[in-house]
T-cell receptor, first 115, second 111 residues
């Protein structure tokens, strides 16, 4: 069965370190998204991609970067981790359609703690 | 900023009762979607309603959409303990492939 996976599931790091969160999907979806979820803020979009070599900034992109070298993977990098980036991170994917936004399929999340 | 605003933020009812959650949004949309999130898990898609639709059903779920009022409601009938979760509405702007999520409604079903 197709799926979307994230790794690691839990990560503790120190302020200033570079951290990369992995996201891998086997749905063959063109669209991939990264969100962060914080209490009181719901889900906020960090970065998204509509296909290989395409990346776009979302609502809260400062301090984060992504790259898309293939269809299956969209790794999220925190260039220099800050305590404000302590959060739960979700990756999602969806079909690219001409009719507008389709259903998004979410990974299980990565809980990141920055000390 | 969030486009969708859910109301109420939290809802607690007895098993067997119906649960209604509302979502309001600000701009024109292509479709509106509802997702469920169990504690510690990722979001799961429940239902999608397009801007030219007014009502949609899926099992015990009923979703309505009023584009003139920019609002939607999710009704869960005959609630079960397993329905305990957070529910999010997400709006799909025209011309974009991304969603904008609200802050969610936390639903608790008491046995």
């Amino acid at each position: 069965d197709a799926e979307i996976t994230q790794s690691p599931r839990h990560k503790i790091t120190e302020t200033g370190r570079q951290v990369t969160l992995a996201c891998h999907q086997t749905w063959n979806h063109n669209n991939m998204f990264w969100y962060r979820q914080d209490l009181g803020h719901g889900l906020r979009l960090i970065h998204y991609s509509y296909g290989v070599q395409d990346t776009n900034k979302g609502e809260v992109s400062d301090g984060y970067s992504v790259s898309r070298s293939n269809t299956e993977d969209l790794p999220l990098t925190l260039e220099s981790a800050a305590s404000s980036q302590t959060s739960v991170y979700f990756c999602a994917s969806s079909l690219l359609t001409s009719e507008g936004t389709d259903t998004q399929y979410f990974g299980p999340g990565t809980r990141l703690t920055v000390l | 900023s969030q486009q969708g605003e859910e109301d109420p933020q939290a809802l607690s009812i007895q098993e067997g009762e119906n649960a209604t959650m509302n979502c309001s949004y600000k701009t024109s949309i292509n479709n509106l979607q509802w997702y469920r999130q169990n504690s510690g898990r990722g979001l799961v898609h429940l239902i999608l309603i397009r801007s030219n639709e007014r009502e949609k059903h899926s099992g015990r779920l009923r979703v309505t959409l009023d584009t003139s009022k920019k609002s939607s409601s999710l009704l869960i009938t005959a609630s079960r303990a397993a329905d305990t979760a957070s529910y999010f509405c997400a709006t799909a702007p025209w011309g974009a492939q991304k969603l904008v999520f609200g802050q969610g409604t936390r639903l608790t079903i008491n046995p």
